[in-house]
């Protein structure tokens, strides 16, 4: 198969130095431990039900079926062209190589800000789990740790990515349902009717706008399928196997989310004490309840091991996408970035900026007094946006001429599901950068929107004064046919 791997490579124009070491179930690990049930739902989990009330738990739901469209679309895109990067290459395949410069750019600015919010969520778990005082500067070392231990796994090479993922998925699959299950069992305050019951959230604004700032649960839960793309070449048949491992992703981490959020949301004794803002911290104080202060730190472990796993996963995504833009010569410090290990065969100085980078972005987050809601805010936003920018550009090409050749397609389907992913993906994205603080000051009612423009503005600076996209001479644009698309 491995040969056969290479020669599809070939035709696309790459020889590739990863090791194809990565089975179908390592793919789907690290596909489902950066998407994280445990990390996603235990970090918003306050947040989002202060702000909805129990009903926030529907958002997972709703979510999960929009992102499910997305991945099938990426799904056909992979199966034709599985190459190392993810995002980049497909738009650079799909519309040309400036619209591929802007996507890999905010996606990676956006995954390096990711890899920050998650070590930063894991602080106070580490606090707690060593049993010292949930401070600022706690936080941000015990993040930085993170980000340490998970870039020493990376370069360690393939197999050891894939030996902690599938580790890693194990281990936080078995804790959601121990867990969960055993809050159920044993710390059950309410019945389902309170998925239904709002208790006084959203009073002032009408639940409406209510539910849909909880919603960024959901919408910060279902990305890390993306992933499992991101790592093409270091799998063995990757056409067929990716779009499942995909797939897998959604259905099986969406459900473990959403079991493990419903057993929280049962377990909280006074939903109007965490809505009022008198209960800052429900998830620790239901879990001290049900185990006790030992059980608890077992617990904590389990749940340290999902923020190391997930911090893990999303920094081998962001190395391999600047390693992807450093082999096509398209970003300063490509000599650099595109330089592999002869011994581990991973790019050690792209992994390395996907350590650094976010560390300084948790360092710098000392300034800020609700820093975590705001890195993943941004974060999340970066991530949307250079989704839909790779939908909307298979969108393109697909009336342009496109038909996906890969082994998985959607056939007649694929025109209707891609349309609905960018429906969905543009309303996301219009909830997550929506002002909902009038009496803050307008830069922080806008911050998200903000740093948005930013990001992009900064990205378009760098592309008309480097004009990165006249570097190299790999293929672009060359999905629709007998048409060179964009340059």
């Not at 056409?239 to 959403?258: L, N």
């Not at 949307?384 to 496109?402: E, I, T």
Request: glycine content about 12%; hydrophobic content about 55%; proline content about 5%.
């Amino acid at each position: 198969m491995s040969s056969t791997d290479d020669r599809r490579l070939a035709d696309l124009g790459y020889t590739s130095e990863f090791r194809r070491e990565m089975s179908l179930w390592a793919n789907f690990s690290l596909g489902f431990t950066y998407l994280s049930p445990v990390v996603g739902i235990y970090t918003l989990f306050a947040t989002s039900l202060a702000a909805g009330g129990p009903p926030m738990i529907w958002s997972l739901v709703l979510v999960g079926a929009g992102q499910f469209l997305v991945a099938l679309v990426f799904g056909e895109i992979v199966s034709q062209y599985p190459l190392t990067g993810g995002i980049y290459p497909w738009a650079r395949r799909l519309w040309g190589r400036r619209w591929a410069w802007m996507t890999g750019w905010v996606y990676l600015v956006a995954l390096l800000v990711t890899i920050a919010s998650v070590a930063y969520g894991a602080g106070p778990y580490l606090s707690a789990f060593l049993g010292i005082g949930v401070s600022t500067w706690n936080t941000i070392l015990g993040a930085v740790v993170i980000i340490g231990v998970a870039l020493a796994i990376n370069l360690a090479g393939t197999r050891a990515l894939a030996v902690a993922a599938i580790v890693g998925f194990a281990a936080e699959l078995a804790g959601a349902l121990a867990v969960g299950g055993w809050l159920l069992l044993t710390q059950r305050h309410h019945g389902l009717g309170v998925l239904f019951d709002t208790f006084g959230a959203g009073s002032g604004s009408g639940y409406f706008t209510a539910f849909l700032a909880a919603g960024l649960i959901g919408i910060f839960q279902y990305y890390g399928f993306e992933a499992c793309g991101d790592v093409a070449e270091e799998v063995p048949d990757p056409t067929r196997r990716i779009p499942k491992a995909m797939r897998m992703t959604i259905y099986v981490g969406g459900a473990a989310a959403t079991f493990v959020c419903l057993a929280l949301l049962l377990a909280v004794p006074d939903f109007a004490a965490v809505i009022g803002g008198t209960s800052t911290d429900p998830v620790t104080g239901v879990l001290t309840a049900a185990f006790g202060e030992g059980g608890l730190r077992v617990v904590l472990g389990v749940v340290l091991l999902s923020f190391l796993s997930c911090a893990l996963s999303l920094q081998a995504a962001a190395g391999r996408l600047l390693y992807s833009y450093a082999r096509d010569d398209m970003i300063a410090g490509s000599r650099i970035f595109k330089r592999f290990s002869p011994v581990r065969h991973i790019p050690p100085y792209a992994l390395l900026v996907a350590a650094v980078v976010p560390a300084l972005v948790v360092l710098g987050s000392v300034i800020s007094a609700d820093a975590l809601v705001k890195i993943i805010s941004f974060a999340v936003l970066g991530i949307y946006l250079g989704f839909q920018m790779v939908v909307l550009a298979a969108l393109r090409a697909r009336l342009r001429g496109w038909r996906p050749s890969g082994p998985f397609t959607l056939g007649a389907a694929g025109l209707a599901v891609n349309i609905a992913a960018l429906v969905y993906g543009v309303l996301a994205i219009l909830n997550m950068v929506w002002p909902r603080t009038p009496d803050a000051p307008w830069y922080d009612d806008y911050l998200v929107l903000l740093s948005g423009v930013a990001v992009v503005a900064a990205g378009l600076v760098y592309l008309v004064a480097a004009r990165p996209y006249e570097h190299g001479a790999a293929p672009a644009g060359d999905a629709i046919p007998q048409k060179a698309g964009s340059p």
